[in-house]
């Protein structure tokens, strides 16, 4: 039996055409969204459907499913707008309570969730007939080994250099730069 295509559904349609937040905003979610997480406006938009994809999965998939980063960051800032989410999202677009929940930690729960999260991605691919974009959905390894080791900067604070920049005497001359740029800042 082949899988239900998403865009084929009431629910996608739904979602497809629901907007964040207040249609009024002068600043809309997805704006904010890019603001607050230094995206490029497109990539915030995007972030946006990927969002809405996950919402769908949630929904249809059968199973547990776990966002990326990038579309957990979305989640929790449409979480903030509180009546938005539970009046008109949940009771009138997904039709249905979408509670998030995090990790209780541990060894168990990140194996649990790593492996949900990589079901994710496979419905993902079934549902909506194309593996989900890498630079937002990266695969499961870099989602729960090797990103939770990153920490969220403000770089208003710290200078920040790509790794390879640090490498060699390029990497010596843009760490002085970087240096004397931090005292003028001061």
Same mark, same amino acid.
């Given at each position: ?113 790593? !492996? ?9 691919? &079934?549902?909506?007939?194309? *593996? %989900?974009? $890498?630079? +937002?959905? #990266? !695969? ?9 080791? &990153?920490?969220?900067?403000? *770089? %208003?604070? $710290?200078? +920040?250099? #790509? ?10 001359? &843009? ?12």
């Amino acid at each position: 039996m082949q899988a239900m295509r998403a865009n084929e559904t009431e629910l996608w349609q739904r979602l497809a055409d629901y907007v964040i937040g207040p249609e009024d905003a002068a600043f809309t979610f997805e704006q904010r969204l890019a603001r607050e997480n230094r995206w490029s406006a497109g990539y915030g938009a995007r972030v946006v459907t990927e969002y809405k994809r996950f919402c769908w999965l949630a929904c249809e998939a059968g199973h547990e499913v776990t966002p990326s980063d990038a579309v957990d960051q979305a989640w929790h800032l449409h979480l903030t707008y509180s009546r938005d989410y539970w009046d008109r999202f949940c009771a009138d677009i997904l039709r249905m309570p979408l509670h998030h929940g995090p990790t209780a930690g541990g060894s168990s729960e990140r194996t649990r969730y790593y !492996d949900q999260y990589a079901q994710t991605l496979a419905s993902y691919e &079934a549902h909506f007939g194309q *593996p %989900a974009p $890498l630079d +937002i959905w #990266p !695969d499961a390894r870099r989602r729960f080994v090797v990103d939770p080791r &990153a920490v969220r900067v403000n *770089p %208003a604070d $710290l200078v +920040i250099l #790509p790794r390879a920049l640090t490498y060699g005497l390029g990497g010596a001359i &843009a760490i002085a730069f970087a240096a004397l740029l931090a005292m003028v800042a001061m």
